[in-house]
């Protein structure tokens, strides 16, 4: 079971929390990863950023609101006579965050390393937390820091796991803990390198934490507890009739959290898919609601069911200058430079007329893309050989996913006329060649309107559905007998 930033945000919700795991625990045995508190990570980088500017009173008031926030919790949640013990504990936990961010501020920057030594600090005081209440409400618990188990290359910042030592690992620390009927509560979001040093998965990372210890466990189900009641067809802060899936398939969630479904970390299932590993994505304010199961297969339903969407994107444009130029080596290039930088393509667009090609990005890796070009086509840039790197920022992506838009036609022509309808202006459009996805780039200012036109569009809300493929029987119908044309 994994609980998110809002699933733990307060000494409340911890009980709840510490409730859930324990009662499933009298059924078979359960291991728990947790999120740092709601914002609580937010704040640690702040505090590093402080920390650079040589901002010291900026640093004090966010190490003193981060000790508040856990000393509330603690007294909240635990019985009089553990509360210093644990208080001791959060404070020696704080007490590095403290040593670390004083050492930034003595340098004036920020290594990758000692940040993401740092940033797991949020789940560790998480994981204090929760394993004592469960000790003091009786069940035997034990807490576990990621870093032990959880082995990563040294991508600092946004890691990948190396399954074989973790699993290794897994069976070695937990698998004994989980035999002597402990209840492991382990730390989202972080691990370390074979030789120790300390890694992030990304943020948001709790989520892929939780699948990689599930496929290491051999668990038989993952359960990840947030606070909506499960996947939905489109975030509902931005589309209020957005309804819950009853189930999903790992592609498809994968493809909406790729595109900036933020309910799931995007490289959630890819280790569950050796072992076919069943995920739940249930609501932990609404615990007796189903939620979501998201499994390998399932039957296929017509069109698309669910949109995702992502504000803080750019689209970085690349043109050759002259016909004489190999725009396809271009490509190939910038590509090879991107991929180095450690950027993520969100979308690929060319066309063969003028070989101009565009590069989705997110914001936040845009500067890392640029240079990265610039360096890698120096010299044709100097010769004007490619015209001036092109940077768009006021740009958003919508992506329309379904297993079901395979091979049908007309879906493409009816989302991009429902954006359109609601007078969105189309800058890029891109579809894998699975149709697992549709993905559009639209104006910024425009993209929640054009989210919410393609969710009715393709019959998600609570109004009555618009039949997805109006006129694709007619079509399939006469296709044979149009064949000659
Ligand atoms: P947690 O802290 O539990 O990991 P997150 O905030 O990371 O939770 O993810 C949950 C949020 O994801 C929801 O509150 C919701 O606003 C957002 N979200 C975006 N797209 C979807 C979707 N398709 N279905 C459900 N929630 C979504
Ligand atoms: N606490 C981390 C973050 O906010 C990881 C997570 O919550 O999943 O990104
Ligand atoms: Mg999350």
Redesign the pocket.
Known sequence: M??????VGSAERMRVAAHLAAKEQKKRPVAVVV?AM?KVTDLLLDTMRHAEAGDRAGMERNLTLLRERHAEACRELLPAQDQGVVLAKLHDVIDEFERIVNGMAMLGERPPRSVDEAVAVGERLTVVLVSEYLRASGTPSVGVNARDVVVTDAVFGNASPLMEPTRAKAQALLMPQLEQGLLPVITGFNGATADGRPTTLGR?G??FSASILAAALDASELW???????????????VPD?Q?LEEITYAEAAE?AYN??????PRTLAPLVEKAIPVW?KN?FAPEKVGTKIVPSMAVEHGAR???SMRHVALVSLTPASPEVNGVQVLARALEAIARADVEVLVLTSSSYRQNFCVLVREDELDRSVRALESALALELAHHYVHPIEVDRNVGLLAAVGEGMQGKPGLAGRIFTAISRVQVNIIAIAQGSSELTIAVVVRREGLEKAVKAVHAECGLGNRPPVPVFPFSQEAEGRAPRSGKR
Do not use: E, N, Q, Y
């Open positions: 994994k609980f998110g930033g809002t699933s999120s709601s948001g709790s989520d990840i507890w947030t606070d909506v009641d499960g996947i939905m067809s489109a975030d509902p802060r931005l957005a819950v909406l900036g479904a933020k309910v799931l970390h994505s932990s669910a949109v995702a």
